[in-house]
Structure formats: C-alpha cells, structure tokens
C-alpha cells in the first residue's frame, strides 16, 4: 500500500508563502491535498493526476495555490502563496486511483497531515 508523509508546514505571515511536500512510497493515480480549518469538515483544495498532469483547484485557492509532482522522486507539491488567515489549518495529502478532483470520496489513502499557521 501507499504511505504518504507530509511536511513543510509552518507559521507564516498573512501574504506568505509556504511550500508543502508529500512524499509517497508509490504514486497513485490521482494525488492531492486537503485543508481542514479549526472545528471544520476537511476539503479539498488541489489535485492531479500522476501521469498526465490534469489539475484540480478549489475556488478558494485558485490563482494562490499550485500542485505539482515530481513522478521521479514521487513527491507532491502545494506551493501556497498569498496566503490568509482562513488558510491556517491541517493539510493533508492523500492518493485515489480511479478518478481525480476535490473531492474527498476520490481517494483512499491519507497522511498524517502537517500544520499550517497564518498570522498577522
């Protein structure tokens, strides 16, 4: 099975940047990340298909957020920037292998997740 470990969370400044990372023992099909705020449903936020490279964006993140992946390294990317307050929260990466959006019912193996503060 999949194993996924995120990192490069961090406290950051409102209008920072912050670059996420998602390691992976194998890619699936699909990888992406989701965002759960304090006292919040998780959502998704970004995704991508593995091979071709089709993304998937959140209206909320669009035009800050990018996904990306480097299927050599089988490492996955959310560079964040222009961030807001509402962005603070757990991200989480996770892999699905049929179809590719965000939606959270598309994936079926989930990391730990990493801390993301953004302050004033």
């Known amino acids: 099975q999949v194993q996924l470990v995120e990192s490069g969370g961090g406290s950051v400044q409102v209008g920072g940047s912050l670059r996420l990372s998602c390691a992976a023992s194998?890619?699936?099909?699909?990888m992406g990340w989701f965002h759960q705020a304090p006292g919040k449903e998780r959502e998704g936020v970004a995704a991508?298909?593995?091979?071709?490279?089709?993304?998937y964006y959140s209206t909320s993140v669009a035009g800050r957020f990018t996904i990306s992946r480097d299927n050599a390294n089988k490492t996955l990317y959310l560079q964040m920037n222009s961030l807001k307050p509402e962005d603070t929260g757990m991200y989480y990466c996770?892999?699905?292998?049929?179809?590719?959006?965000?939606?959270?019912?598309?994936?079926?193996?989930w990391g730990q997740g990493t801390q993301v503060t953004v302050s004033s």
């Open positions: 996770a892999a699905g292998h049929r179809r590719c959006s965000t939606y959270a019912e598309y994936f079926q193996l």
């Open positions: 194998t890619f699936s099909y699909c």
């Open positions: 991508i298909t593995t091979a071709g490279g089709s993304t």
